[in-house]
T-cell receptor, first 113, second 111 residues
Framework: EAGVAQSPRYKIIEKRQSVAFWCNPI?????LYWYQQILGQGPKLLIQ????????DSQLPKDRFSAERLKGVDSTLKIQPAKLEDSAVYLC???????????FGPGTRLTVL | EDQVTQSPEALRLQEGESSSLNCSYT??????LFWYRQDPGKGPEFLFT???AGEEKEKERLKATLTKKESFLHITAPKPEDSATYLC????????????FGKGTLLTVNP
């Protein structure tokens, strides 16, 4: 069974630029999560989708971050404009349902200069 | 608000030297305590889920235990390939069964 796929793996941008990350969950997984992991910290949930509906986006900085999950499969997370403090690893995870074990992708390491 | 505290922040062991990692938590209505392993440059890899006090799970050299306030990850006779960051997370109830992670323990096992 293929795992969670993410791209790109690395991204370097300058502050005030925009960036987008892509995630393809494990086949058949209805729930998709985006996490932010700052160096030395544990992952922090940004947004959770159940199929293509948002379940929780309470910790998403909505003035600059947006996410969508069209057709209940792939998802994209966008940052516009980026700030220095957005430098982190962005992890995507999926699970069959809520609640269920979450399986993580390899992450995208974002560096904002 | 759910909270997870892991200790120590870093642990260095010699190969074969057994030890334990600690995860203390406060949560409103525990719906599972999770242990993940994270290697540098990779996403967290699922290890165990524990649901109730007294429960234990084992996998190779790892054993996880749970009480009402904390969980331990015991590592028996570790090998260098066990070197990684070990993350603990708790899941609370509510509409989304949110996971809250600790900062992790960086384990280094020297040959």
């Amino acid at each position: 069974e293929a795992g969670v796929a993410q791209s790109p793996r690395y991204k370097i941008i300058e502050k005030r630029q925009s960036v987008a990350f892509w995630c393809n969950p494990i086949s058949g997984h209805a729930t998709l999560y985006w996490y932010q992991q700052i160096l030395g910290q544990g992952p922090k949930l940004l947004i959770q989708f159940q199929n293509n509906g948002v379940v929780d986006d309470s910790q998403l900085p909505k003035d600059r971050f947006s996410a969508e999950r069209l057709k209940g499969v792939d998802s994209t997370l966008k940052i516009q404009p980026a700030k220095l403090e957005d430098s982190a690893v962005y992890l995507c995870a999926s699970s069959r349902e809520v609640p269920d074990t979450q399986y993580f992708g390899p992450g995208t390491r974002l560096t904002v200069l | 608000e759910d909270q997870v505290t892991q200790s120590p922040e870093a642990l260095r062991l010699q190969e074969g030297e057994s030890s334990s990692l600690n995860c203390s938590y406060t949560v409103s209505g525990l719906r599972g305590l999770f242990w993940y392993r994270q290697d540098p440059g990779k996403g967290p890899e699922f290890l165990f889920t524990l649901y109730s006090a007294g429960e234990e799970k084992e996998k190779e050299r790892l054993k996880a235990t749970l009480t009402k306030k904390e969980s331990f990850l015991h590592i028996t006779a570790p090998k260098p390939e066990d070197s990684a960051t070990y993350l603990c997370a708790v899941r609370s109830g509510g509409s989304n069964y949110k996971l809250t992670f600790g900062k992790g323990t960086l384990l280094t096992v020297n040959p």
